[in-house]
């Protein structure tokens, strides 16, 4: 069971949280080609979060994966780098 947990320190509203759960299990079973009920991903919103004494916007992700196909991580990195891009 593919796992994936985001971590930010900016304020997310339901409706936004709810679009990122649904956008990264999208995400994560195209990449691995498994089936979207078999993704578990979780969104914590308003951590207390520095990148050394920097309290900028930040975002964490943790992935964990039982079997995962190490083929697969170039893609799946490249994705969530996509996905969480802001121009």
């Given at each position: 069971?593919?796992?994936?947990?985001?971590?930010?320190?900016?304020?997310?509203?339901?409706?936004?949280?709810?679009?990122?759960?649904?956008?990264?299990?999208?995400?994560v079973?195209?990449?691995?080609?498994?089936?979207?009920?078999?993704?578990?991903?979780?969104?914590?919103?308003?951590?207390?979060?520095?990148?050394?004494?920097?309290?900028?916007?930040?975002?964490?992700?943790?992935?964990?994966?039982?079997?995962?196909?190490?083929?697969?991580t170039?893609?799946?990195?490249?994705?969530?780098?996509?996905?969480?891009?802001?121009d």
């Amino acid at each position: 069971m593919p796992y994936l947990k985001l971590q930010t320190n900016l304020e997310l509203s339901n409706d936004r949280k709810k679009n990122i759960l649904n956008d990264l299990v999208s995400l994560v079973s195209k990449e691995l080609d498994k089936p979207e009920k078999y993704v578990m991903t979780i969104v914590q919103d308003g951590q207390i979060m520095h990148f050394g004494s920097a309290d900028d916007p930040i975002v964490y992700i943790e992935f964990r994966s039982i079997r995962f196909p190490e083929d697969k991580t170039k893609a799946l990195a490249k994705s969530l780098s996509n996905f969480l891009r802001v121009d």
